[in-house]
């Protein structure tokens, strides 16, 4: 069964940093495009950040100079680090994978910015 599973969220100050991690099931990581989007209460779920399986990455304008998001393929996982962090980044962050025919999801890790 394939599983994505995030980890690093939390509260931090503004100006500050997190990273988040998301640990994938082995058999979908390789060729799958990854994500991070984020959802705050009533909103829809945005686009972060998206990286192929060679290492091509894009960003939201929003995040753009401030999160990087990478991938180590031998450890099937991908990350995003989140710097100089802003209250309108809170939101509940969800990994993805995305291949020609499937899309999985994590079930999120809230992030929450405040003073």
């Known amino acids: 069964q394939v599983q994505l599973v995030e980890s690093g969220g939390g509260l931090v100050q503004p100006g500050g940093s997190l990273r988040l991690s998301c640990a994938a099931s082995?058999?979908?990581?390789?060729?799958?495009?990854m994500g991070w989007y984020r959802q705050a209460p009533g909103n829809q779920r945005d686009i972060v950040a998206t990286?192929?399986?060679?290492?091509?990455?894009n960003y939201a304008d929003s995040v753009k100079g401030r999160f990087t998001i990478s991938r180590d393929n031998a450890k099937n996982s991908v990350y995003l680090q989140m710097n100089s962090l802003k209250p309108e980044d809170t939101a509940a962050y969800y990994c993805?994978?995305?291949?020609?025919?499937?899309?999985?999801w994590g079930q999120g890790t809230q992030v929450t910015v405040s003073s």
């Open positions: 993805n994978a995305r291949g020609l025919i499937s899309n999985y």
């Open positions: 082995g058999s979908i990581f390789s060729g799958y495009v």
């Open positions: 990286i192929t399986s060679r290492g091509s990455a």
